[in-house]
């Protein structure tokens, strides 16, 4: 039985051999039919050398030097400025564009303000507090309105007032300047 089972398993294996002549033939044909392209390599002209002139001067990958700049008019003496050493309010974060007044009230005989920030936080206000990017300074607050005062820089070194006013009624970004 075995001797049997090994010649019909030759006979099997005998007859699977694939027949590719053909399949030989087309694709040889194809090969010396189809015509080969292949474009020239392109001609590169040389650049001139660049010569570098700058070595004496900065690198631009180096931080520059703190070089004081110095102002088109001289400095005044005595001129307004700033407090630059007190310590900054919530709202001096932000500009006046960016704040509106969500409400006013009295408590206890002072008026007090609402003003609602860009990022949606509420802030409670009354006169002295300071308010936007330019050293406002809170200096009343009516029905609706908060009248500021700003420190606005000339470019000398000395500082200009310049009263603004935030309202009910402007939306943020829609603030008016007096």
Partial sequence: ???????????????????????????????????????PYPEFNTMPAFEYKAADMRSPFVRPRSVAIQSMETKKDNCLQPNFSRQKQPLEAFGLDALS???????????????????????????????????????????????????LPDGAGCWQENKATLSMSSQAGENDNV
């Fill in 1 to 39: 039985m075995k001797k049997i089972l090994i010649v019909i398993t030759t006979l099997i294996i005998s007859a699977c051999d694939a027949q590719t002549d053909d399949l030989v033939s087309y694709v040889v044909q194809v090969k010396q039919s189809t015509p080969v392209n292949i474009e």
């Fill in 101 to 151: 007044v969500s409400g006013t009230f009295t408590s206890r005989g002072k008026q007090w303000a609402l003003v609602s920030a860009n990022d949606g936080s509420l802030h409670k206000v009354t006169s002295g507090d300071y308010i936007g990017l330019f050293f406002g300074k809170i200096t009343s607050i009516s029905e609706g309105e908060i009248f500021i005062t700003e420190m």
